[in-house]
DNA sequence: GTAAAGTAGTCAACGTGGTTGTCGAAACAG
DNA sequence: CTGTTTCGACAACCACGTTGACTACTTTAC
C-alpha cells in the first residue's frame, strides 16, 4: 500500500510489447530458416488449418473472420506454397484446404521457435515466473478470446 | 518438475488475448460514452500525440510508422474531431497536430477505464500478481518493443 | 550571401487484410 | 419435386500500411 499502482494503461502496453516481441523474433528466425514472405496473420491461419485440412469457410469461422477474407488468406498462402485447394468428393461445393509439406515445416519450425523463446523467458525470469505470468493471464482472459480469435492487429 | 511446461506458442496467444480483452472492453466502454466511432489505433495515435501537440512526422516516429501514415491518421482523427492542424510560427514547414476537447476527453476517459480494468484483474488476481506480471513483462520486454515512447503522460 | 543538403508535409500508386452484398451450384428438408 | 441453406467465388469498398516523387522551407557549409 506504501507503493503507488502503476497507471492502468501500462498493463495493456506491456501485453502488446510482450506479445509483439514474440512475434517479431519469431518471424526474424523463420526468415532465417527460408520462411522470409510469411507474415504474422499467416501462422494463425495455418494453424487454424490444422494438420487435416479445412474448408475456407471453417478457416473463418475459427479465426473469427468472414468467409471471404478467409478466402484471400487462402489464396496467398496457396500462392507462397504453403497449402493447396483439393476438391472433397463427399461435397462438390467444398474444396478441402490443406498444409503442403512447406506449410507443415513452417508450422513445426514455429513450434520449436516458441518453445525456444519461452525458454528463454524462463532463463530470464525463473520457471515459476513464466508459470504464474500464464496461470494469471489464463484465469483472466475469457474463454470466448480463445482459442483462436484474432483479426487484423498486425501488419 | 512433475508437471510438463506448456508448449511455447501458448504465451503469446495468452498475452494476445489479454490484451485485446483489455482492448475491447475499452472500445466497449469509450462508445457508451459517445466515443463510438474510435478505433484501437487511433488511441495510440491521441497517446503519442500528447497534451503539448506533436507534428505528423514526429508522431510517425514514436508510432514506428512511415510519416505519410501518421499523416493519414491525423487525417481521420481530424474527420472524427479529435484532433486539430495549426501552423508552427516557428517553423513554416511544420503543421503542429493539437488534441481538440474531444480528444482530450477520449484519452482523460481511457485512462480513467484503464484504471478501473486493472482494478477488476485485482480483484480476479490480488495486487501481488498483477504487480508479478508487470514487473515480469518490464523485464522481458526490450525498450525498442514499446510502441508508445511518450515521456511524461498521466504523471 | 549563396549554394547545397536536409527536413516537413502532401500526393499518387500500390499491397494486404478486413467488410458487405450478390450469385450460381450443390446439398438438404419437406 | 420444391424451397431453403450452405459453399465458394466475384465485386466494390474501407482502413492502414508501404515507397517514391515532389514542393516548400530551413539549416549548414563554403
Known amino acids: 500500500m506504501t507503493e503507488a499502482d502503476p497507471p ?22 523463420l526468415a532465417a530458416l527460408g520462411h522470409t514472405e510469411v507474415r504474422p496473420v499467416h501462422g494463425f491461419a495455418l494453424q ?13 469461422r475459427r479465426l ?22 483439393a476438391d472433397d468428393p463427399s461435397d462438390a461445393r467444398r474444396k478441402l484446404v490443406r498444409l503442403t509439406p ?7 519450425r514455429s513450434a520449436e521457435i516458441f518453445d525456444r523463446l519461452r525458454a528463454n523467458w524462463v532463463h530470464q525470469l525463473g520457471a515459476g515466473q513464466v508459470a504464474q505470468l500464464e496461470s494469471s493471464l489464463r484465469r483472466v482472459v475469457p474463454a470466448t478470446a480463445f482459442p483462436v480469435d484474432v483479426p487484423g492487429w498486425f501488419g
Not at 66 to 71: L, Y
Not at 102 to 108: F, P, S, Y
Request: cysteine-free; hydrophobic content about 40%; glycine content about 14%.
Open 8 to 29: 492502468g494503461y501500462e498493463l495493456p502496453l506491456l501485453l502488446f510489447a510482450g506479445f509483439r516481441s514474440l512475434i517479431d523474433e519469431l518471424h526474424t528466425e
Open 48 to 60: 487454424a488449418i490444422g494438420p487435416y485440412g479445412a474448408s475456407a469457410t471453417e478457416i473463418g
Open 64 to 85: 473469427g473472420v468472414s468467409k471471404q477474407a478467409a478466402g484471400k488468406t487462402v489464396d496467398r498462402l496457396a500462392a507462397l506454397g504453403y497449402v493447396e485447394r
Open 102 to 108: 512447406r506449410g507443415l515445416d513452417m508450422l513445426t
